[in-house]
């Protein structure tokens, strides 16, 4: 081997080491460098299903901006209460609020009540109503059949059921009344409320000192028995409207010291007042308060003051083998030779509206006043007067004379003051039905005789008798009443005026208009004849034409 040999093996050798260093180098770089080429493609892997599931499921799609209107969830559906009286106790706030509400006032022009149409001229829709009727029913007494249907038992269910609440809607649109009818009761309660004198009673002569507004009313004139018979008046027009001292409603203070008022006037004897005018008039409002609440505090006070009703009721002479023969009542004691119509009427409506509280008492007195009103009826029409069918007329006696049978139908020298209106409401409330020769041709002679045509032949109590009567009467002869009558009402209502807004003028110069107890008395007669329609159902002429 030559020295060049020698010499060039050990360089191949450092060339053979160096390369061996250089390849192992190179692998252990071409090792990290496939690291780093795996870990950047699995990061951009990674990387993009992130962005994916961001762009598809985090992140919402993105969508043109437009203009959304966001609607209120549909309200829940309330269930109506079912209509119950309840003596619990209201807060005082809600309290106060009621009571507030009763002073602003507010015309019924948007009633929603199926009005028929009774009239020649209907104002159900007129959007300015021109204003803001009591019924009886008949039957006999004693029995549970047709006289149930207007309610012999107290509470809402009973007699009273048709005055407040969906009854008192449908029942004004069912018989003929109006959203001006419904609005002048409400003008008048409202002017009744802020004419209460402070002890709860209604003055016929200081009640202008009660109202704030100016002008001022003018006062009315005293007379015996005023205050009491007023203050039942008024309480009688709460009631019919639903209005009561223990449900709470607008007018519950207004009624509850209203009542106290009467108890308060009440002796120890049950008497309100002194005659047997007065006396059943309140007597009828704390009977119709009792029998609308039950409540206890009214019981003996009226269980009193029925008593009293029977006390003085007059004796039949002519009946030998009857413990209790009673026929009607005067002014004060009983009289047979003097049965007066007026007072009579009261007297009787007190007894009924008594039954209907549950006062059983009371069917006795009912029984004489049949026999009253029966024997009296023939004798004021006796002879040629007696009408032959039930188109022709009868009238009935101011008073009569159970001795002699004799009838006095004029009073002083008032030539037409017959009874035929108190005769009629007598009828209806003693059992005589549709059809009936004495209901139908007393009613004519209401129809022929007493129907108002304008204001100065506006007698307002015999409006009053004779709205309640003709009610009762049905069919065609109501419809021509209410279509006269209703409106005449309503119009004649006094509107604005502060003091005399929602009251009723009177003039005892002109046909009795109000009495010689004033703008009270006659605010009183008018509501009672637009409550009509709901004050008590009417049976005796449904479905009845004449």
Sequence with gaps: MSQDQVDQEPQDEQLDEEQAVQEEEGGQNRGWLGWLLSGTIHAAILAFFAYYVWQTIAAPEETPPVRIATLPPPPKEIEKPKEQRTLEKPTENTLE???????????????????????????????????REEAVANSEMGGMGAFMAIGAGGGSAGMYGKRSGGGRKRAVGQHGGSKGSESAVEAGLRWLKKHQSPDGSWDPVAYPNNCQDNPKCEPGENAAGAKEALTGYALLCFLGAGYDHKVQNPYKATVKKGIEALLAMQDNNGVFGKRNYEHPIAAMAVVEAYGMTQD?????????????ILDRQAKDPKAADSAYAGLGWDYTAPKPDRNDASVSGWNVMCLKSAVGAGFGEAKAGMDGAKKYLDRAWKDCNAGDKMPKDVYGTSTFPYTWDAVTGACKVEYGSNKEHDMAAVGMVLAVFLGHDAGDLMLETMANHAMKYQKPTGWADYNSYYTYYNTLGMFQVGGDKWKTWNGAVRDFVVGAQRKGDGCFDGSWDWDKGVKWHGSEAGRVLSTCYAILNLEVYYRYDQVTGKGKKH
Aim: a negative charge.
């Design 97 to 131: 609020n009621l009571e507030n509400q009763a002073d602003v006032p507010n015309p019924v022009t948007t009633l929603d009540l199926p009005v028929d149409n009774t009239s020649s001229e209907d104002e159900s829709d007129n959007p300015d109503p021109k204003g």
């Design 296 to 308: 206890p505090d009214l019981k003996d006070p009226s269980q009193k003051a029925i008593k009293v």
